[in-house]
């Protein structure tokens, strides 16, 4: 166990299955230690809960008491956003380089000065979920530059995004528009953001309860996966 000010937190060995969400504190934090296998991953995802960490730490669990989501057809696209996809001069595609969009994402994080939580063990954990078909990217490119981007997890009809990046203005923004349209097509129920910031709002999320997304995860996770490469949905 892990001590502190709240109560203890379980840290995870072997295949020990996570405690009670009721047991998390109350910035959300779960449980620790544990695994990134995709089995691990996987529960987690379904269950609730996500990995945040960084290089200092043990694997961190966390569930917080409120979530942030986007539901596809609520995405907010400014006028200045609309002319910036019609008239950007970038091309979309899906799961065509999803490394350097994980690590490009990785390196945006190590701007900001407080380093960074997709440490290299993220980034194989996730490289891994790509290959068997549950993690995807969009990727922005101008020209052969990959400007921007952003990648998650799909199980059944929730999209569980993980962290987006851009080189150019807005074009992190387009590829959260073209997933939306797609997420849409493919009549997906939420875009599961995590954690509230004001850019996010911007783009139309909102705040439910935990309860309350446990209840639209469970509705999400009775359809199914739509497992394997997205390369070719766009042309669908």
Same mark, same amino acid.
């Given at each position: 166990?892990? *001590?502190?000010?709240?109560?203890?937190?379980?840290?995870?060995? $072997?295949?020990?299955?996570?405690?009670? !969400? #009721?047991?998390?504190?109350?910035? $959300?934090?779960?449980?620790?230690?544990?695994?990134?296998?995709?089995?691990?991953?996987?529960?987690?995802?379904?269950? $609730?809960?996500?990995?945040?960490?960084?290089?200092? #730490?043990?694997?961190?669990?966390?569930?917080?008491?409120?979530?942030?989501?986007?539901?596809?057809? +609520? @995405? &907010?696209?400014?006028?200045?956003?609309?002319?910036?996809?019609?008239?950007? *001069?970038?091309?979309?595609?899906?799961?065509?380089?999803?490394?350097?969009?994980?690590?490009?994402?990785? /390196?945006?994080?190590? #701007?900001? *000065?407080?380093?960074?939580?997709?440490?290299?063990? @993220?980034?194989?954990?996730?490289?891994?979920?790509?290959?068997?078909?549950?993690?995807?990217? &969009?990727?922005?490119?101008?020209?052969?530059?990959?400007? *921007?981007?952003?990648?998650?997890? #799909?199980?059944?009809?929730?999209?569980?995004?993980?962290?987006?990046?851009?080189?150019?203005?807005?074009?992190?923004?387009?590829?959260?528009?073209?997933?939306?349209? !797609? !997420?849409? @097509?493919?009549?997906?129920?939420?875009?599961? +953001?995590?954690?509230?910031?004001?850019?996010?709002?911007?783009?139309? +999320?909102?705040?439910?309860?935990?309860? /309350?997304? !446990?209840?639209?995860?469970?509705?999400?996770?009775?359809?199914?996966?739509?497992? $394997?490469?997205?390369?070719?949905?766009?042309?669908?």
């Amino acid at each position: 166990m892990i *001590g502190n000010s709240n109560h203890r937190i379980k840290y995870l060995r $072997g295949d020990d299955e996570f405690p009670p !969400l #009721s047991e998390a504190r109350s910035n $959300g934090l779960l449980a620790a230690g544990g695994s990134l296998s995709v089995a691990r991953l996987l529960k987690a995802y379904s269950s $609730g809960i996500f990995p945040w960490y960084d290089e200092w #730490s043990p694997i961190l669990w966390y569930s917080p008491p409120e979530r942030c989501i986007i539901e596809p057809s +609520a @995405m &907010v696209r400014t006028k200045s956003l609309r002319q910036r996809i019609r008239n950007g *001069g970038f091309k979309v595609s899906f799961d065509t380089d999803f490394e350097s969009v994980i690590r490009a994402c990785a /390196q945006i994080e190590r #701007s900001i *000065g407080d380093g960074t939580w997709i440490v290299p063990e @993220m980034i194989l954990a996730y490289k891994t979920l790509h290959a068997e078909g549950y993690a995807h990217s &969009v990727e922005v490119w101008e020209g052969d530059n990959l400007v *921007g981007g952003l990648y998650g997890v #799909s199980i059944g009809k929730a999209f569980f995004g993980e962290s987006m990046f851009h080189r150019k203005t807005d074009a992190s923004k387009v590829a959260l528009h073209y997933l939306c349209n !797609l !997420l849409e @097509m493919k009549k997906f129920f939420f875009i599961d +953001a995590q954690m509230k910031t004001s850019h996010l709002m911007s783009l139309g +999320a909102t705040i439910i309860t935990r309860e /309350q997304y !446990l209840l639209k995860l469970q509705e999400a996770l009775s359809q199914e996966t739509l497992k $394997g490469s997205w390369t070719n949905l766009l042309r669908e």
